[in-house]
């Protein structure tokens, strides 16, 4: 029957907690719009905002549904994005996380001053976390301290869901690399070389291929059949960004006013003609955006608009009828290296009471020539746990040194008996500094958590990979449980353990009493880090939402995570178990812990019982488990429980010395009166 019961409840938390799709009525609780103006889309699951007229003017979206992506404690991280048909950011909420350090660590606050950063921010930008390193048109946005690998799992986030949803509903927003004209390339080119080059495009439009267009119309016009192979219009288009181009096609003047005016985000295209067609119509206004002509890349047309500039040719040019500069826009990704289209419109009538013109198009394809262009090597899509890693290699490098040194160490422990306790302090000093303050790598139950919560859900287990720093001593740990037990990260690897250690050797300097708590009762009170992990599993199983706050009972995230800057209560909790650590031994750890509870547990799978033992250890002599802080030698038999075991090596030390194990000192002086009575007898 309770099986039954478990796996009734088992199967209602799967199913409530794989997607929780915001709701229409929902929506205007984040987003101040008129819902009457909300339409569900039929293709994404994303909301369409129409306008007064009905037509789309942005999107809403949840980034869950669109990029899954697990926060760093394994839990769901969704922000509701709002962003309009250019791409830019109007709007972006947290709507779900559990990341602890903003959950109940920092608060969530910092993470929404986060998220408001992208206020403004154009998708087509490369949008980054952290200190702007180039001169490139990357975005960098401030990260957050202390929650780096929370935030940038975030962006990865927001980044992806909008990506994903401008690929198909906004034109050309999608980012991509964008190649600048190389500005020290300069080749002295006459005009025909610059058209053998390819520098400038030519195309000649016949009166018969523009007659073809209109053919079966009511606008046929038999003098262009007539004269089917004499020219309509030659047309010629060339890119000024290119010094090649400009140096040599037009004079200093005309130069000087097209740097002095264009914009870093806009590319000038001249266009110039020979010929009876007027590439601009009679009703073009200078200074405004052609109607007669349009420029097409990636299907999407691209903003162009008359930069209204006083065109003078070089006099080696020859002469031209009609010319006009574009100032084509960049800021939506038109790449002036890549193909582009330049689409020709031909138009006969006119807009009457009983008619509409007719309007044919002819499109010429502009290859530019690479050559001219600078090289970019294509940018390969890292992953967020890849550029993690990239970006700490340093540190991952040294704490790599330190675990293998530590290995070395322990696996030669007879290295570290002399003068012990100094060594002991050395290495552990290294644990506070640099993996606990420096290098945030205190592990907690979060990560364990974490992963249960995905392995329940059926999620990736990626999220593991966003912190390496941690990943590397969780590795280290679990190779260590299989040769050792628990004792290497409890005893050397935990901040916070350090901490508490300390602590009760601050306290001997003073001569403060010490509470040695009976084997018998330690024995018992044993369990309590057991029912505290067990409490923590089912709540993550039956009442996730207070996992959270259940976590807390660890002290690590206040003293070392933030290292104590945090609401009192908290900093409160975790001096309370320093303090009572210069009474009572590492009291936290050996009584409460739920990290050393699972430890305890998978430490159960080494294959070594290597603190070495003597048969008579226990008895006659017992001077290991007089001196054992951690009440984890038996006393009748001084056998090692390694469950409970810190591995300080304080018990190697005593049976390893002549002078401190009673067992070497009664065989030192059985010898000696052997060696007295061989040379008196």
Known sequence: ??????????????????????????????????????????????????????????????????????????????????????????????LEQDEPVFVSGLGVTPFIDFLKQYQDKNLSSSIKIGKQTTTSNTVYLDGVSKATASVKIANDSILASSIKVARQKLSGVAPKQIRNAKKDLYEKLTFQELLNKGLIKKFKITKGEVEKLFKNTEFENTSFIENKNDTFV?????????????????????????????????????IFANGEHQILSEEFVPNTSPDSFEIVQDNFPININDGDYEIEFLDSVPAFEQSIILDVDKRFNFDP?????????????????????????????????????????????????????????????????????????????????????????????????????????????????????????????????????????????????????????????????????????????????????????????????????????????????????????????????????????????????????????????????PLGAFLSLAGKLKFLDWLPRRKECGNPCNNCYKNCNYNAINKKDGHIKYDECFQCLDCVQIYSDDKLCKILIRNTKETKIKSWRKVND
Not at 26 to 50: F, G
Not at 250 to 267: A, F, V
């Open 1 to 94: 029957m309770f099986r039954l019961v478990f796996l009734f409840l088992f199967t209602i938390f799967l199913s409530s907690n794989l997607h929780a799709i915001l709701k229409k009525d929902n929506l205007t609780n984040y987003i101040n719009l008129d819902i009457k103006n909300i339409k569900e889309d039929s293709i994404l699951p994303i909301w369409q905002v129409l306008n007064e007229k009905k037509e789309i003017q942005s999107y809403i979206f949840e980034t869950y549904n669109l990029s899954p992506v697990l926060g760093f404690s394994g839990g769901k991280m969704n922000m509701l994005v709002h962003i309009d048909l250019k791409g830019d950011f109007l709007d972006v909420q947290v």
């Open 234 to 270: 030659n047309i010629y288009i060339a890119n000024l960004a290119i010094p090649s181009v400009m140096k040599n096609l037009l004079k200093i003047q005309t130069q000087e006013e097209i740097k002095n005016q264009i914009s870093k985000t806009q590319e000038p295209i001249i």
């Open 337 to 593: 290296s890549s193909p582009w289209t330049f689409n020709l419109k031909f138009i006969r009538g006119n807009t009457t009471l009983y008619s509409t013109p007719i309007i044919k198009n002819i499109d010429f394809e502009i290859i530019p020539s690479r050559n001219y262009f600078q090289h970019i090597e294509k940018e390969q899509k890292q992953a967020l746990w890849l550029s993690s890693m990239i970006e700490q290699k340093t540190k991952l490098i040294l704490l790599t040194i330190f675990l293998t040194t530590l290995f070395i160490l322990l696996f030669k422990y007879q290295t570290l008996l002399k003068k012990l306790r100094y060594k002991r302090n050395f290495l552990l000093l290294i644990t506070l500094f640099f993996i606990g303050w420096y290098g945030q790598g205190q592990l907690s139950m979060v990560t364990v958590l974490g992963f249960l919560k995905a392995i329940i859900n059926s999620q990736s287990l990626q999220f593991l990979l966003y912190d390496p720093f941690s990943l590397i001593i969780w590795f280290f740990v679990f190779i260590s449980l299989i040769i050792w037990g628990r004792g290497t990260f409890c005893g050397w690897l935990c901040p916070y353990g350090v901490l508490q250690e300390f602590s009760y050797y601050f306290a001997r300097l003073f001569h403060l009493p010490i509470i040695k708590i009976p084997q018998i009762l330690s024995d018992k009170m044993v369990y309590i880090r057991y029912l505290v992990l067990i409490l923590l599993i089912l709540s993550i199983i039956f009442a996730p939402n207070i996992t959270e706050y259940l976590i807390e009972i660890e002290p690590f995230k206040t003293s070392i995570t933030l290292i104590f800057d945090r609401e009192i209560p908290y900093v409160l909790y975790a001096l309370f178990w320093i303090l009572i650590s210069m009474f009572i031994f590492k009291g936290f750890c050996r009584f409460i812990c």
